[in-house]
């Protein structure tokens, strides 16, 4: 039995991964998955790749292309979600915030320096036309921490993904005022370069198995309401998610690579682009 250690984030994109594991998908071809939820995200995720705490992470587009930048020894092998990720912008629900112009020279709470929400900051900030230099931040590891950072006001505005946050805005704890989708895909498939070189072709049947799983997953009968009682969301959200909500199975193309370092450059999250070799390897 191969072990192989897998991370991703607690959320409905990830869901495709718990079923195949529970019906045995990779067992069934000498595949011992193991799955750590990353509540903390992408930022967390990087980390835990570089100490080889994970071998695979299931982890945002542009956070994983900015960390193999900077030297992270892994791979991103495929897309995993091509659809955009749509990131509510949240402030408290009692604070005087009407639009995302109000949120300019405040202060908003990221999961951690490096991860999604602070890299979306800079690209709502470009957006709106802000300097992204002026941007300043409060680290709250989770959404918990959020929820405490905008209750207490040690920050002003949180930015994640939206229908996970929905029910923080349905029980009146957040008021979403705007949302912010990201320009590329938004989660890929990173593998550390160890694993690639030793048991590239486990992680083929891997991929090959989450394919299958993703392809037929909208089809499953009663999905919704199934991901709408793991994920606690109301059912009319899930099926908006779902109808939005596209899997793939592509590789990371070179145009795509090349518009995510571009942008990134462009807002100095990185100081140099990689090359495509760099960066992506088809298994």
Not at 96 to 124: C, F, H, P, W
Not at 173 to 192: E, G, M, S
């Amino acid at each position: 039995m191969n072990t192989i250690k897998i991370a991703g984030v607690p959320e409905h994109f990830n869901l495709p991964w718990h079923l195949a594991i529970e019906s045995g998908d990779f067992e069934k071809e000498n595949i011992d998955l193991q799955w750590t939820d990353v509540p903390e995200g992408t930022g967390k995720m990087c980390q835990m790749l570089r100490d080889g705490e994970t071998d695979i992470a299931v982890i945002l587009t542009e956070g994983i292309v900015k960390d193999i930048v900077a030297g992270n020894p892994s791979k991103i092998v495929q897309l995993y979600v091509e659809s955009p990720l749509i990131w509510g912008i949240h402030v408290a629900a009692n604070s005087n915030y009407k639009t995302v112009a109000d949120l300019e020279n405040t202060k908003v709470a990221i999961s951690r320096l490096g991860s999604g929400s602070q890299l979306m900051a800079y690209v709502n900030a470009n957006n709106q036309g802000w300097k992204t230099d002026n941007l300043q931040f409060e680290i709250v590891n989770t959404i918990d921490g959020a929820v405490e950072a905008l209750t207490n006001r040690t920050a002003d505005y949180f930015m994640w993904e939206r229908f996970m946050t929905k029910p923080l805005v349905d029980k009146g704890i957040f008021r979403r005022i705007a949302d912010c989708p990201t320009p590329w895909p938004c989660f890929v498939i990173a593998v550390r370069k160890e694993i690639l070189e030793k048991h590239s072709d486990v992680i083929s049947k891997i991929l090959a198995i989450i394919n299958q799983t993703t392809e037929d997953f909208k089809d499953i009968p009663s999905i919704d309401k199934t991901l709408a009682s793991n994920y606690h969301q109301k059912i009319e959200d899930i099926q908006e998610w779902l109808s939005l909500t596209q899997w793939s199975p592509k590789p990371l193309t070179v145009e795509m690579l090349n518009k995510i370092q571009n942008q990134l450059f462009q807002l100095k999250i990185i100081e140099k682009k990689g090359t495509f070799e760099d960066i992506v390897k088809a298994v």
